[in-house]
């Protein structure tokens, strides 16, 4: 797996991390799921069921808030500018905080 990510990043310009649908078929083995920001969400989440912090649950709740505003207003505009048609049909058929129940499978074409 460290071939793909040094060949991705060697041949792909810029960072890795902007070719979602490319990636997910290397890392995931087609199961799309956004881990960083979701496990983060789970673990804020977890600690406050698990402390019983209230506060603690509020700020999972803005963080969530604060991210889905943050994937709608910038990151998926920019990702439907840069890959088009693809993305779009990626994120009609992924959804965008839980994971999918089938790996996703890009149409023909795409």
Known sequence: MSWRIIKTILILPGTALVYVPLLIHYFSGGWPFGGSVGGTLAWI???????????????????????????????????????????????????RWLPNRRPYEAPDGD
């Open 45 to 95: 989440i977890a600690e406050g069921i698990a402390f019983n912090a209230t506060a603690l649950l509020g700020w999972a709740v803005a963080f969530c808030a604060l991210n889905t505003a943050y994937f709608i207003a910038s990151e998926e505009p920019a990702l439907a500018q840069r890959f088009g048609r693809a993305y779009l049909s990626y994120k009609s058929a992924v959804p």
